[in-house]
């Protein structure tokens, strides 16, 4: 299955920043000694923030049908210049859709690295 690529990817504003979090727990014993231990094989949360200015009425409808289609269960992908792409899901709870002016729109989502089998860019 191969992720489809987000509409309008060249109206990202700035870079896209990754927030790096390991998925760790530790145990205290009382007596100071505390030990600490990864969960799971890949235990690195890749996650960012990424916002798209100055869209037109037509963009920003066609980029919020997409992120309405791909959902927080699908992964898409996120073509960057110079860079690999990215395949990563949508934050649940992170997008919004704002006008800026008349016909002239920001949208907002956060995204989380995509780590499953079967999707390839």
């Known amino acids: 299955m191969s992720a489809l690529p987000l509409p309008h990817h060249s109206k990202i504003i700035d870079t896209i920043a990754l927030t790096y979090a390991g998925n760790s727990k530790s145990s205290s014993f009382g007596d100071g000694?505390?030990?600490?231990?990864?969960?799971?094989?890949?235990?690195?949360?890749?996650?960012?923030?990424?916002?798209?200015?100055?869209?037109?009425?037509?963009?920003?409808?066609?980029?919020?049908?997409?992120?309405?289609?791909v959902g927080v269960q699908n992964a898409f992908l996120i073509p960057?210049?110079?860079?690999?792409?990215?395949?990563?899901?949508?934050?649940?709870?992170?997008?919004?859709?704002?006008p800026i002016k008349v016909d002239t729109f920001t949208i907002s989502f956060g995204i989380i690295e995509h780590k499953f089998p079967g999707v390839t860019p």
Do not use: H
């Not at 030990?35 to 799971?40: T, V």
């Not at 798209?52 to 037509?58: D, E, F, I, R, Y």
């Not at 110079?82 to 919004?96: A, C, F, H, Q, S």
């Open 33 to 69: 000694y505390e030990q600490a231990f990864r969960i799971g094989l890949d235990d690195l949360k890749v996650s960012s923030t990424i916002t798209m200015k100055n869209l037109s009425q037509a963009e920003a409808t066609t980029v919020s049908d997409f992120l309405n289609t």
């Open 80 to 98: 960057l210049e110079g860079e690999p792409d990215m395949i990563v899901r949508l934050k649940e709870g992170t997008y919004t859709k704002s």
